[in-house]
């Protein structure tokens, strides 16, 4: 980056707020998914001033800007493929407003989910979406990317919560779009284009969140089955019984068995998979809710259905699922997690699928997931250096995806499309879908300057 | 030769350093638990970043620069992150080899390598520089905190706000015979005793405490007076020849009595001979045996000595404690100190927030980081001041320092002390020991 353009940038960040040096551009040159790329400066904003000021600085200059929050992102979202300058939100992190009388929170993007909780708690209130990520992802990039998470079934994920949000569009314009009421028609429905934008449409600098209240009462349980199919046949029948848990979380053997060895949890390792149940409101309704779970596990042959009694044997049941990541993580070197999802009817399908994919490309595969809204994460078990087994893997991710898309599912539900997922988004929008994207893109953006490379490719750009 | 052998070292250190990052999956949870993170907040200094780092010093993209090891000497080895990962990765372990790759390569420097052979060679000149800074302290700083002697601090590297403890003006371990006979007649057992260089050289009150309670009780207790530091400074600073000497001498020199178990007072010095102590010397049974004969001293007591009802007196001391790294998550020892002060008749036991989280002190990083050092600190403050207490606490002598010297520059009348100095006081009172 030019020396003048440093210090452009030091004017509006001020020298704390400005990084270049070799080491700390490797530091902000990844997020959590398998791409690299380092910027050319990174800076740290503070106010959505210092943001169209950035912005503006950008386009007069033709200079990429890659909004980034704590880099947990699962698909490549924030990293710098086109290089640039990397703008950082993390340190935007101030609550603006707490109003429990509208069920309504304000706060800048870099705040982290779970510094909400504390804050609404103290009101009964809670804040829903709740991804794995819920204690280091900011909530700005949640938006960005429509996060969703363990609760999704019941409560709905990321978009069903944002009611207003503070932008800064790509040639530095600020607007405000949404509205606190419940009601809300003045002008096209403009949120949800941001909702999951994955940062190529405007920098999220501040939302107003809905929140719900908190559940008087939980039944938790833990159902085990012998066969894979039973258990995903399982969840149908829960869901056609008109019963909507709110977590209804999924295991195979595995899964089980890698969490077994990397701490007792009480899992049974010969069982085929388990599911974790969770109904919650009212303590009578969320007690029939469980009857009638049970009602369709009995249906689907399980072998064993154990209730917890309480909050220290719920955490207990809970814990396998908590930490089944990190056991997988520990079977092998490394790991491709995905978010393959389908419809919650196809899900037996679905299983069925990966384990034949699995055992056509002689691969191990651990799978577990929010069963109850059909999002899987199917987890190649794999060793980078094994460049045989690499091979492999990415001709059993292509059939993975094939899949999903055959089954009316989709390529990503939660973790979004960013550079993972790139090549295989046209398979499932088709050309016109992504001819539609673009076309909006350019009315946002038409310089491609604002998180360039992403999601699709942009005419006339020069990333593939 | 000579360089051959240390170039083969330096790149032993980084294969090591390799597979622990490999296993990497980059989420971004340290970024949540990384007490110095939360201070810097830039992804340089994080875990995840510090494993980035050390993948590019291994592929060659990245040469070792200044502000490399800047960043790999930004890290209080809390274990935090380690035990928050969930990839199992160890991050202070890469922190760790890679601090021993380049003074392998580049050397300790002067200042350091004088300090640690001092260590590694004879004691007498350490203890003569600890003793003279202790008449020293007593002569000119007794005036107070608007000495103008603090002036001089910078001169050494220290911040003038500073606040030292007294060093002492004869060694704990000059008191005592080597074997010091129970005071019950024939022992119950022999139990061997590491006071570690801040029991020996500032916190002496600690070790006539510990004697004073197992002797007490019907121990022996043997000091043996060969002992050496532990090598935990040596280690975290990067010395891996001068630790693994130091480790060796103190394996070898406590084999010779025939104890049956050692006990140790300062956390990180437990953590160096129970665990750090197996990068150094082979796996083998006596190695087993040894590592298996070491104990906190909390957690000795705990499971070793039955108080009687009347053994302990009465002290109306609201306390709060302090866990320590090292022996929170480094020995997993954070019960037994609690339930020791929760045994004194009228302590009222107010659990503060955030126990756990590292004090920012991390031995030397405290000296050489002191600003950020501080920082940290002050949450630590904030959380003792909340419960309104007169003590806090701990079992780890650098933490004890950091605290009070943070206690002192908010004007905060609480006292960091050593659960068994608190202990032997309430035994002392019912004239159990």
């Not at chain 1, 917890?308 to 790991?335: C, H, M, Q, S, Y």
């Not at chain 2, 990962?85 to 390598?113: M, N």
Request: glycine share 8%; aromatic share 8%.
């Amino acid at each position: 980056m030019k020396k003048s353009h440093l210090e452009e940038l030091s004017t509006i960040f001020e020298n704390d707020g400005i990084l270049h040096q070799q080491e700390d551009m490797i530091a902000y040159s990844y997020d959590a998914s398998h791409i690299e790329k380092t910027p050319e400066a990174v800076v740290f904003a503070t106010s959505t001033d210092q943001i169209c000021k950035l912005m503006q600085f950008a386009y007069r200059e033709d200079i990429p800007v890659t909004p980034r929050g704590q880099g947990s992102g699962l698909s490549g979202g924030s990293v710098p493929i086109e290089k640039g300058i990397v703008l950082v939100l993390d340190r935007m992190r101030k609550m603006l407003d707490f109003d429990p009388e509208n069920r309504l929170i304000t706060v800048e993007a870099g705040m982290t989910t779970s510094d909400i909780d504390p804050i609404v708690a103290s009101a009964d209130l809670f804040y829903p979406p709740d991804p794995g990520s819920v204690t280091f992802s900011t909530i700005g990039g949640n938006i960005a990317e429509n996060a969703g998470g363990l609760r999704g079934l019941k409560y709905g994920v990321t978009k069903d919560y944002v009611k207003m949000l503070k932008v800064v569009l790509p040639k530095g314009d600020i607007v405000t779009i949404g509205s606190k009421c419940v009601k809300h028609v003045a002008g096209f429905n403009l949120e949800p284009i941001f909702v999951g934008s994955e940062g190529l449409l405007g920098i999220i600098t501040e939302v107003t969140l809905a929140l719900l209240p908190i559940p008087k009462h939980r039944e938790s349980a833990l159902v085990v089955f012998n066969t894979l199919n039973d258990a995903a046949q399982c969840v149908s029948d829960i869901i056609a019984y008109g019963v909507t848990p709110s977590t209804m979380e999924f295991m195979d053997k595995t899964t089980i068995n890698a969490v077994q060895n990397f701490k007792d949890c009480n899992l049974p390792r010969d069982a085929e998979a388990v599911l974790l149940i969770e109904t919650d409101g009212e303590k009578n309704s969320a007690i029939g809710e469980m009857k009638n779970i049970k009602k369709a596990a009995e249906k689907n042959s399980f072998r064993s259905f154990s209730l917890a009694g309480n909050t220290k044997e719920r955490d207990l049941l809970f814990e396998g699922r908590r930490i089944a990541l990190n056991a997988l993580a520990n079977v092998k070197p490394n790991l491709i997690l995905e978010d393959a999802t389908v419809v919650r009817s196809k899900l037996p399908d679905m299983v069925r699928g990966i384990c034949e994919i699995a055992t056509k490309y002689n691969l191990m595969v651990g799978i577990f997931g929010h069963a109850g809204d059909g999002n899987l994460h199917p987890t190649f078990l794999i060793d980078k250096n094994d460049t045989d087994e690499m091979k492999r893997t990415e001709k059993a991710v292509k059939e993975l995806f094939r899949l999903a898309i055959d089954l009316e599912g989709t390529i990503s539900g939660e973790h979004g499309i960013g550079l993972e997922k790139k090549p295989f988004l046209e398979d499932q929008i088709g050309s016109a879908g992504i001819q539609l994207l673009c076309d909006i893109k350019r009315t946002f953006d038409p310089k491609n300057l604002l998180n360039p490379g992403k999601m699709f490719d942009f005419p006339n750009s020069t990333s593939n | 030769m000579m360089v051959q052998r240390q170039r083969e070292q330096a790149e032993t250190h980084l294969l090591r350093a390799a597979q622990e990052f490999q296993k990497c999956m980059q989420c971004g949870k340290c970024r949540s638990v990384c007490p110095v993170f939360k201070e810097i907040g830039n992804e340089l200094y994080v875990a995840r970043g510090k494993n980035k780092l050390a993948e590019k010093i291994v592929s060659g993209d990245l040469q070792i620069t200044s502000r490399v090891k800047d960043a790999i000497n930004e890290c209080l080895n809390c274990k935090t992150c380690s035990a928050n990962c969930p990839a199992g990765v160890s991050p202070e372990h890469v922190v760790l080899r890679l601090r021993w790759y380049i003074t392998t390569r580049e050397g300790l420097g002067l200042f350091k390598a004088l300090v640690f052979r001092q260590l590694l060679w004879r004691k007498w000149p350490i203890i003569a520089g600890a003793v003279f800074i202790g008449f020293v302290q007593r002569i000119l700083l007794d005036i107070g905190p608007q000495n103008p002697v603090r002036h001089l601090f910078p001169l050494f590297g220290f911040s003038k706000r500073r606040n030292f403890p007294r060093l002492a003006l004869r060694p704990a371990q000059s008191l005592y015979p080597e074997v010091i006979p129970s005071k019950k007649g024939t022992p119950v057992k022999r139990i061997g005793y590491f006071t570690g260089c801040a029991g020996n050289l500032i916190y002496t009150n600690v070790v006539k405490s510990v004697v004073d309670i197992l002797t007490g009780y019907g121990y022996d207790v043997v000091i043996p007076k060969d002992q050496k530091c532990s090598g935990t400074p040596v280690l975290a600073n990067g010395d891996y020849e001068g630790a693994a000497n130091l480790m060796e001498h103190n394996f070898n020199l406590f084999r010779r009595y025939d104890l049956d178990a050692i006990v140790v007072s300062c956390s990180s010095c437990g953590l160096a001979l129970k665990k750090e102590i197996k990068l150094f010397i082979d796996n083998c049974d006596e190695l087993r045996e040894f590592c298996d004969k070491i104990y906190d001293i909390n957690e000795f007591l705990e499971k070793e000595v039955q108080f009687g009802p009347n053994d302990l007196g009465r002290l109306p001391y609201r306390v709060t404690y302090h866990d320590p790294c090292h022996l929170n998550r480094g020995q997993d020892v954070r019960k037994e100190p609690r339930s020791l002060l929760m045994k004194i008749p009228g302590l009222i036991f107010k659990e503060m927030q955030d126990a756990a989280v590292c004090c920012g002190s991390a031995g030397s990083y405290c000296l050489t980081h002191y600003e950020t050092a501080i920082q940290i600190n002050n949450h630590k403050i904030k959380n003792i001041q909340k419960e309104y207490v007169e003590y806090v606490a701990t079992a780890c002598p650098t933490c004890i320092m950091h605290i009070q010297d943070n206690l002192l520059q908010h004007h905060s009348g609480e006292k960091a002390r050593f659960v068994v100095e608190i202990l032997a006081d309430s035994l002392r009172k019912a004239g159990t020991i």
